[in-house]
């Protein structure tokens, strides 16, 4: 086998011009996908940290929270400030959290490994697919869940099954979350992503634990659903 120096560098190197661009823009491609998420997590931490937030708990959850395991339920246009939250008010519970296999998907789960969390990559609205049965499986090992009910491609503010099912089978509670900004940009996707102006005051409810389904039958999935619609709905007017 030869060892010459010239010759690892002509097997390593394109061999024409129009494989040196493919070997460049794949390269920058690997960069880019491998730093955003460490850039966009220190942006989140850092802006967060400028938010003057007030967190309105009235059962006490985020200052006692319960031993089991919870599903925490947002929608999908207030998930930017939602890990740093959590890392900070819940820092020795684990988290997982149900994201889609897109490839912005693969972003936000890189993005989440950042603040210690996992990520089920797969839809929450079929009960085959391997994010469905990931989510189920690490739930069963203790874990927290975090869905975005109308996530991950909408409609905006419309609960998907998805969410009521897991409750259901892990008989699990879920916890609604609403957050409103005093400022804010909103971006023009499907969900109107909200991005917060610095140093804007952030308005946090944590809800009452909603039980879970007892079982997959029509009126217990839509009182589930009527529950935690009615606990989300302050966010669906901003």
Known sequence: ????????????????????????????RSLRRN??????ALLIRRLTRTLRPTIEDPQGIVSH????????????????????????????????ALVSASNDGEVLARLLAQFGF?????SSSRRGSLGFRTILRLGREGRDIAVTPD????P???LQDGVLQVAQLLQRPVLPITCRFSR??????????????PFSRCTI???????????????????CRDALEEALRPDTAS
Not at 86 to 92: A, G, I, V, W
Not at 118 to 122: F, K, M, Q, T, W
């Open 1 to 28: 086998m030869s060892s010459d120096p010239e010759s690892k560098r002509t097997r390593s190197a394109p061999a024409c011009p129009q494989d040196l661009g493919a070997w460049i823009t794949a390269r920058r």
């Open 184 to 197: 804010k940009w909103e971006l023009r996707s499907w969900d109107r992503f909200q991005i917060p102006h």
């Open 35 to 40: 730093l955003s998420p460490v850039l966009g």
């Open 151 to 154: 996530g991950p491609r909408g």
């Open 65 to 96: 929270p319960p031993r089991e395991p919870l599903i925490f339920a947002f929608w999908h246009n207030r998930l930017l400030v939602m890990p740093a939250l959590y890392s900070r008010h819940f820092p020795e519970r684990k988290l997982v």
């Open 205 to 223: 409810r944590v809800g009452s634990l909603i039980a879970p389904p007892r079982n997959d039958s029509p009126s217990e999935l839509a009182a």
């Open 118 to 122: 996992e990520a089920a990559r797969g």
């Open 156 to 158: 905006r503010y419309q």
